[in-house]
């Protein structure tokens, strides 16, 4: 049946032959809601393609389109590629490749959008209701509570909001299928595809479903699969809190001239013991925000800031050390304003083709529930549940209280379609194998995910990158990106066991790090 609608689908998909320069090739593909019964609705992904430049690659070949996936699951593709340097691209890909990006469905620029809310209105009476983390509950002890109301007040509302149908519809399973409805349309059998984190999860559900597809598959920052269908999330903290000491670590060989945090202190461990006395301070006493009457920088705040700069540490963390030395000295202007949602703008590439378009965090946060609930098999039965799950993943990481909300959120859910492919995620042959990415202090998908996922694809390999971040991108290795690219030009492996350092340190950058990590 995928192959009867690609010969539809190469109607609405329109790919312009490589044009001069990076001129950008922007379009909408149209999948059917669901594979099994196409007239129950249509989906429009929307695409972007960065054509190849086949004129300065070594052999002059073109070698056809690589789909990436950012993760979420709730990442624009669309967005994703336009944000990617060009000096990235190249490292990774060459200029043999046309280099896709899609919003999956519901998501980004794709329609019909989700929508869970009647109006703003509605969503802010909801958002009053509910606690963006569940830490600190000793001051808080109803956060919890108040959570589960709300989650199952969401579950309701998304039912009821739910007017073109598509909830049902948005889940990694239908994903995949999309992803090999656009690479047929493109001409091609089969598929080339760079995913990270989630995208790691839809990148071998794919595998699993269609293992004789698979042209090139780069999978990293790698998600455990068995987990995130069952909707546990915080397990993937495992190796949290030693990203944490890695910036602790790197911020006092640096010392106090280049990462101001550092101070006078003695050791490593005396900075991260430094951090964590500076989040036990703003709980009792928040730290106001010159110049925004009311508002200050609390312990959720903080910690919010603090975990998210483990994902990007070579992009954040000297903002960070700033930050908490500000902090600290009773300032939290650069905390708060690192601590702001952000709602990813329409660049000006794409400005004509969607220009009063914003996908606001509100939006990006609405998709990661719908599609990693509907794929959850099961969630939380009862608040008893609930704050069992809670105990057992503050024993794995600190950090545990910045995802519970996941987890939570879904035990409200209530869309989970029987029919959908959760698993297992395993093939006893691909038709080419898969190169794994792990990072060894990666603060949310852990190196031990990347070998357990190898294992369930024989022949794959993992590529080891000695450094913290989430996915090899986030760190500059060029001895990482030397493998990816030989990788997708050749299809040569890594060795078994192979580890990859980085090129310099956080605090320690060269003058121009352009393109050398995201």
Same mark, same amino acid.
């Given at each position: 049946?995928?192959?009867?609608?690609?010969?539809?689908?190469?109607?609405?998909?329109?790919?312009?032959?490589?044009?001069?320069?990076?001129?950008?090739? /922007?379009?909408?593909?149209?999948?059917?809601?669901?594979?099994?019964?196409?007239?129950?609705?249509?989906? &429009?992904?929307?695409?972007?393609?960065?054509?190849? *430049?086949?004129?300065?690659?070594?052999?002059?070949?073109?070698?056809?389109?690589?789909?990436?996936?950012?993760?979420?699951?709730?990442?624009?593709?669309?967005? #994703?590629?336009?944000?990617?340097?060009?000096?990235?691209?190249?490292?990774? #890909?060459?200029?043999?490749?046309? @280099?896709?990006?899609?919003?999956? =469905?519901?998501?980004?620029?794709?329609?019909?959008? @989700?929508?869970?809310?009647?109006?703003?209105?509605? =969503?802010?009476? !909801?958002?009053?209701? $509910?606690?963006?983390?569940?830490?600190?509950?000793?001051?808080?002890?109803?956060?919890?509570?108040?959570?589960?109301?709300?989650?199952?007040?969401?579950?309701?509302?998304?039912?009821?909001?739910?007017?073109?149908?598509?909830?049902?519809?948005?889940?990694?399973?239908?994903?995949?299928?999309?992803?090999?409805?656009?690479?047929?349309?493109?001409?091609?059998?089969?598929?080339?595809?760079?995913?990270?984190?989630?995208?790691?999860?839809?990148?071998?559900?794919?595998?699993?479903?269609?293992?004789?597809?698979?042209?090139?598959?780069?999978?990293?920052?790698?998600? %455990?699969?068995?987990?995130?269908? $069952?909707?546990?999330?915080?397990?993937?903290?495992?190796?949290?809190?030693?990203?944490?000491?890695?910036?602790?670590?790197?911020?006092?060989?640096?010392?106090?001239?280049?990462?101001?945090?550092?101070?006078?202190?003695?050791?490593?461990?005396?900075?991260?013991? *430094? &951090?964590?006395?500076?989040?036990?301070?703003?709980?009792?006493?928040?730290?106001?925000?010159?110049? #925004?009457?009311?508002? +200050?920088?609390? /312990?959720?705040?903080?910690?919010?800031?603090?975990?998210?700069?483990?994902?990007?540490?070579?992009?954040?963390?000297? $903002?960070?050390?700033?930050?908490?030395?500000?902090? +600290?000295?009773? *300032?939290?202007?650069?905390?708060?304003?690192?601590?702001?949602?952000?709602?990813?703008?329409?660049?000006?590439?794409?400005?004509?083709?969607?220009?009063?378009?914003?996908?606001?965090?509100?939006?990006?946060?609405?998709?990661?529930?719908?599609?990693?609930?509907?794929?959850?098999? =099961?969630?939380?039965?009862?608040?008893?549940?609930?704050?069992?799950?809670?105990?057992?993943?503050?024993?794995?990481?600190? #950090?545990?209280?910045?995802?519970?909300?996941?987890?939570?959120?879904?035990?409200? !859910?209530?869309?989970?379609?029987?029919?959908?492919?959760?698993?297992?995620?395993?093939?006893?042959?691909?038709?080419?194998?898969?190169?794994? @990415?792990?990072?060894?202090?990666?603060?949310?998908?852990?190196?031990?995910?990347?070998? =357990?996922?190898?294992?369930?694809?024989?022949?794959?390999?993992?590529?080891?990158?000695?450094?913290?971040?989430?996915?090899?991108?986030? +760190?500059?290795?060029?001895?990482?990106?030397?493998?990816?690219?030989?990788?997708?030009? %050749?299809?040569?492996?890594?060795?078994?066991?192979?580890?990859?350092?980085?090129?310099?340190?956080?605090?320690?950058?060269? *003058?121009?790090?352009?393109?050398?990590?995201?």
């Amino acid at each position: 049946m995928i192959s009867a609608l690609s010969s539809f689908l190469l109607t609405s998909l329109v790919l312009l032959a490589a044009a001069q320069s990076k001129a950008t090739k /922007f379009d909408w593909s149209s999948v059917p809601f669901n594979y099994s019964s196409p007239d129950v609705g249509t989906a &429009v992904i929307a695409l972007v393609r960065l054509p190849a *430049n086949v004129s300065s690659s070594a052999d002059g070949e073109y070698r056809g389109p690589v789909l990436l996936n950012p993760g979420g699951p709730s990442g624009s593709g669309v967005n #994703f590629v336009l944000g990617l340097n060009s000096r990235l691209l190249e490292s990774l #890909f060459g200029s043999s490749f046309d @280099i896709v990006g899609f919003d999956p =469905r519901g998501i980004g620029r794709t329609t019909p959008p @989700i929508r869970l809310f009647s109006s703003d209105a509605q =969503r802010d009476e !909801w958002g009053a209701t $509910r606690h963006s983390h569940v830490s600190n509950t000793t001051a808080n002890p109803t956060v919890l509570d108040d959570n589960w109301v709300s989650s199952d007040t969401l579950g309701r509302l998304a039912i009821e909001n739910d007017r073109e149908g598509i909830l049902p519809h948005v889940t990694t399973d239908n994903d995949a299928r999309d992803m090999f409805s656009i690479v047929e349309a493109m001409g091609r059998e089969k598929l080339q595809y760079y995913g990270i984190s989630y995208g790691s999860v839809l990148g071998a559900t794919f595998a699993a479903l269609f293992p004789e597809k698979i042209e090139r598959m780069v999978l990293d920052g790698i998600v %455990n699969y068995d987990n995130y269908f $069952r909707g546990s999330w915080t397990p993937g903290l495992e190796t949290a809190d030693d990203a944490l000491a890695l910036y602790a670590k790197s911020c006092f060989n640096a010392g106090p001239n280049v990462c101001a945090f550092s101070g006078n202190a003695s050791s490593g461990d005396e900075v991260l013991q *430094n &951090v964590l006395d500076l989040l036990d301070a703003v709980i009792a006493s928040p730290v106001p925000v010159p110049g #925004f009457d009311g508002k +200050s920088v609390d /312990f959720n705040l903080l910690k919010a800031v603090i975990f998210q700069s483990l994902y990007h540490p070579y992009t954040i963390d000297p $903002r960070l050390s700033k930050g908490l030395l500000e902090l +600290s000295q009773g *300032n939290g202007t650069l905390i708060s304003v690192m601590g702001t949602p952000t709602d990813l703008n329409a660049t000006n590439e794409i400005s004509n083709l969607s220009p009063d378009f914003v996908y606001s965090s509100e939006m990006q946060s609405e998709a990661l529930t719908t599609v990693a609930c509907s794929d959850a098999g =099961r969630a939380a039965t009862s608040l008893d549940e609930i704050k069992a799950i809670y105990e057992e993943a503050a024993k794995i990481s600190s #950090f545990a209280d910045n995802w519970m909300t996941i987890e939570e959120a879904c035990a409200g !859910w209530k869309i989970r379609p029987e029919s959908t492919f959760r698993g297992p995620l395993t093939a006893a042959n691909t038709s080419f194998p898969i190169l794994f @990415i792990g990072n060894t202090f990666d603060p949310v998908t852990p190196l031990s995910a990347a070998k =357990r996922g190898s294992a369930k694809f024989p022949g794959s390999v993992v590529l080891t990158q000695n450094s913290g971040g989430h996915s090899s991108l986030s +760190s500059p290795s060029n001895c990482s990106r030397k493998y990816v690219l030989q990788y997708f030009l %050749n299809g040569t492996l890594p060795e078994p066991d192979t580890t990859c350092e980085v090129d310099f340190d956080i605090f320690n950058p060269p *003058n121009d790090t352009t393109g050398l990590y995201f």
